[in-house]
C-alpha cells in the first residue's frame, strides 16, 4: 500500500502487556521508528530499529521487524497507566531523509 | 540541552488573515523539518531544508504558504491568506543527517482558523 497503516484503537489493563502493529511500505526502508505523543505535546522518539535487525528490546520496549511482511511491532511489557498516549510508527524510506508516518495508534491503559 | 521550541503554541484567527509560525532547532542541527498534523492522522511533511537549503518542499501549498531559514538555524512558516482547512498542528522537527536521522519535535504550534 501507500501508506504506513496502524489500527486506530488498543486498550489493555494496568501490568498486562501492549502490542502495537503497524504495516509500512517500503521493503527498503532503512530504519522503522516508534513515536509517543501525549496529549498537546509534539513526538516523542521511544526507539528505533535498523532494517537489519529482526528485534531490540530497550528495557520495558521490544520491537519486532518482519522484513518480508513489512511488519512491524511494539511490546510494551507492564503497561503503566502512563503509557496512555498516540504511538505513531514510521519509516524512512530508501532515499529520503524524512520520515513517514502512520495514522498512529490510540493506546488505552485501564487501571 | 534545550529542545525544540515553538511559538506560538496556540493561534487563533479568521479566514484570510495571515499567520507565522516560529521555530529553533536543537544547536548543531542541520536538517529542519515542518510538519503538518491534521486531528487523528500522523504527522506529513510540508518542508525540509538542510542547513539553509529548501531540499523538499514537493508538498508545500505554495500559493499561500512560505517558508525560510535564514543562515540555517531559526526558521519560519507563514500562511497567507488563511483558509479554514489550514486549521491544524504545526511541528517543527530537527536531526543531525547522519546514521539513523533521528528527529527531534517540538510542542507544535495549533492553529485555529475560524
Given at each position: 500500500?501507500?501508506?504506513?497503516?496502524?489500527?486506530?484503537?488498543?486498550?489493555?489493563?494496568?501490568?498486562?502487556?501492549?502490542?502495537?502493529?503497524?504495516?509500512?511500505?517500503?521493503?527498503?526502508?532503512?530504519?522503522?521508528?516508534?513515536?509517543?505523543?501525549?496529549?498537546?505535546?509534539?513526538?516523542?522518539?521511544?526507539?528505533?530499529?535498523?532494517?537489519?535487525?529482526?528485534?531490540?528490546?530497550?528495557?520495558?520496549?521490544?520491537?519486532?521487524?518482519?522484513?518480508?511482511?513489512?511488519?512491524?511491532?511494539?511490546?510494551?511489557?507492564?503497561?503503566?497507566?502512563?503509557?496512555?498516549?498516540?504511538?505513531?510508527?514510521?519509516?524512512?524510506?530508501?532515499?529520503?531523509?524524512?520520515?513517514?508516518?502512520?495514522?498512529?495508534?490510540?493506546?488505552?491503559?485501564?487501571? | 540541552?534545550?529542545?525544540?521550541?515553538q511559538s506560538p503554541r496556540?493561534k487563533?484567527?479568521?479566514?484570510?488573515?495571515?499567520v507565522a509560525f516560529w521555530c529553533?532547532?536543537?544547536?548543531?542541527?542541520?536538517?529542519?523539518?515542518w510538519?503538518?498534523?491534521?486531528?487523528?492522522?500522523?504527522?506529513?511533511?510540508?518542508?525540509?531544508?538542510?542547513?539553509?537549503?529548501?531540499?523538499?518542499?514537493?508538498?508545500?501549498?505554495?500559493?499561500?504558504?512560505?517558508a525560510?531559514?535564514?543562515?540555517?538555524?531559526?526558521s519560519t512558516l507563514k500562511i497567507?491568506?488563511?483558509?479554514?482547512?489550514?486549521?491544524?498542528?504545526y511541528l517543527c522537527?530537527?536531526?543531525?543527517?547522519?546514521?539513523?536521522?533521528?528527529?527531534?519535535?517540538g510542542?507544535g504550534s495549533?492553529l485555529?482558523?475560524?
Open positions: 500500500g501507500e501508506d504506513v497503516e496502524q489500527s486506530l484503537f488498543l486498550s489493555v489493563r494496568e501490568g498486562d502487556s501492549s502490542v502495537i502493529n503497524c504495516t509500512y511500505t517500503d521493503s527498503s526502508s532503512t530504519y522503522l521508528y516508534w513515536y509517543k505523543q501525549e496529549p498537546g505535546a509534539g513526538l516523542q522518539l521511544l526507539t528505533y530499529i535498523f532494517s537489519n535487525m529482526d528485534m531490540k528490546q530497550d528495557q520495558r520496549l521490544t520491537v519486532l521487524l518482519n522484513k518480508k511482511d513489512k511488519h512491524l511491532s511494539l511490546r510494551i511489557a507492564d503497561t503503566q497507566t502512563g503509557d496512555s498516549a498516540i504511538y505513531f510508527c514510521a519509516e524512512r524510506k530508501t532515499g529520503a531523509n524524512n520520515l513517514f508516518f502512520g495514522t498512529g495508534t490510540r493506546l488505552t491503559v485501564i487501571p | 540541552e534545550a529542545g525544540v521550541v496556540y487563533i484567527i479568521e479566514k484570510k488573515q495571515p529553533n532547532p536543537i544547536s548543531g542541527h542541520n536538517t529542519l523539518y510538519y503538518l498534523q491534521n486531528l487523528g492522522q500522523g504527522p506529513e511533511l510540508l518542508i525540509r531544508y538542510e542547513n539553509e537549503e529548501a531540499v523538499d518542499d514537493s508538498q508545500l501549498p505554495k500559493d499561500r504558504f512560505s525560510e531559514r535564514l543562515k540555517g538555524v531559526d497567507q491568506p488563511a483558509e479554514l482547512g489550514d486549521s491544524a498542528v522537527a530537527s536531526s543531525y543527517s547522519s546514521g539513523a536521522n533521528v528527529l527531534t519535535f510542542a495549533r485555529t482558523v475560524l
